[in-house]
């Protein structure tokens, strides 16, 4: 008698799997976020994300764990209507054009995200105490921004940023909120410092080309995607795994230019 063949298992859903508009840096620190995200508890119920640029983070949650219910908001009227599009149909999120600092949801968040937007904060001490005041107690904090001051260039000041992050500042950050830090990794090796040099020759172009003041060029940061969009038919996701695998074993060390964080609230701020 022959033994039942069983189905092979559904293949695991990625967050890779329907980026809006592919890039190869967008795509390394997504690449670590999926792995982060695969950290998160099962039960997730309730979520924020802050500057959702075009949704591929919030599309992610709302397909991977059921029931769970998005607020997402952003100081952008374009990107929350990109992803209100996007999102059309989908019941379990609330879209809004809203400083999260100024939210003051009675209901704690199960999760917060916050992905490249603290770097356009001036004040990201009230940022951070603004998170911990909206989560839950043991809720977690889902983060990512650009990393090293020398590394400041054309990029950065067309993105609208007025920082980018070393690592012994933004941990002190993370424990003087109220945040436990579950992984600290780094993203871009060695894509981003293979590109850089190209990268920053075309946004020093697009900067001279399109100026704007600091908090327009924020508002334009989450959905300028105008070279990615034109390179959506090349398969990225594809052609940078050996990249994602070398970028993985590189993740503890200090080598990338950024950080991807997930952490956990322990306590309520005693700041901000």
Not at 54 to 62: A, K
Not at 148 to 169: I, L, S, T
Not at 192 to 210: E, F
């Amino acid at each position: 008698m022959h033994k039942a063949v069983e189905p092979p298992p559904a293949q695991r859903q990625s967050l890779l799997d329907q980026i809006a508009a592919p890039a190869p840096r967008y795509l390394m620190r997504i690449a670590l976020l999926d792995k982060l995200i695969d950290r998160l508890p099962a039960s997730l119920g309730r979520f924020l994300e802050i500057g959702p640029g075009m949704g591929d983070v919030s599309n992610y949650l709302l397909r991977r764990f059921d029931g769970v219910r998005g607020n997402i908001v952003d100081i952008s009227e374009e990107s929350i209507d990109i992803v209100r599009r996007r999102l059309e149909g989908c019941d379990r999120a609330t879209l809004s054009v809203a400083d999260f600092i100024n939210l003051r949801d009675l209901k704690k968040y199960d999760l917060v995200v916050a992905c490249e937007v603290f770097e356009h904060i001036d004040d990201d001490a009230a940022a951070f105490a603004a998170v911990n005041r909206l989560l839950a107690t043991g809720g977690h904090f889902l983060f990512s921004v650009p990393a090293f001051m020398k590394k400041w260039g054309p990029a950065d000041q067309y993105g609208g940023h007025v920082r980018r992050y070393e690592k012994e500042a933004l941990v002190r950050q993370f424990q003087e909120h109220g945040f436990d830090l579950v992984h600290f990794w780094s993203y871009g090796f060695p894509v981003t410092n293979i590109i850089g040099p190209v990268s920053s020759l075309y946004y020093r172009r697009a900067q001279m080309k399109s100026p704007l003041q600091q908090k327009n060029a924020t508002k334009r940061s989450g959905t300028e995607r105008s070279v990615a969009t034109t390179l959506r038919r090349i398969p990225f996701g594809s052609l940078m795994r050996p990249f994602f695998f070398c970028q993985f074993l590189m993740k503890e060390r200090n080598v990338g230019d950024g950080y991807v964080v997930l952490a956990r609230k322990a306590r309520d701020s005693r700041l901000g």
